[in-house]
């Protein structure tokens, strides 16, 4: 079994920053890419930055040059790290990755419980 963990989620005034976590666990031989999305109330859910095995990265409209993503490979973590962070930002944050288990020759796509950031005008 395999595995994402977010963290780093919370309340925050707009203006202000915050940095998401994501940590992958289990008997894992490769992850390729890692990501972020992100889903408020009544919206559909929306890609928010990537970033590849080779940390290519890819990012919304609405999140560039404010949001960076970066990954750490030995740790098998994802970050987001959130600045200037506006109202409109409020969702749950979701992390996915591609995730290859030893036990099994695919990858399979994961997802992890999500983390709610919430920005106060």
């Known amino acids: 079994q395999v595995q994402l963990v977010e963290s780093g989620g919370g309340l925050v005034q707009a203006g202000g920053s915050l940095m998401l976590s994501c940590a992958a666990s289990g008997n894992i031989f490769s992850i390729n890419t890692m990501g972020w999305y992100r889903q408020a109330p009544g919206k559909q859910r929306e890609l928010v930055a990537a970033i590849s095995s080779g940390r290519s990265t890819n990012y919304a409209d609405s999140v560039k040059g404010r949001f960076t993503i970066s990954r750490d490979n030995a740790k098998n973590t994802v970050y987001l790290q959130m600045n200037s962070l506006k109202p409109e930002d409020t969702a749950v944050y979701l992390c996915?990755?591609?995730?290859?288990?030893?036990?099994?020759?695919?990858?399979?796509?994961?997802w992890g419980q999500g983390t709610l950031v919430t920005v106060s005008s």
């Open positions: 996915n990755a591609g995730i290859k288990p030893r036990w099994n020759s695919r990858y399979l796509e994961v």
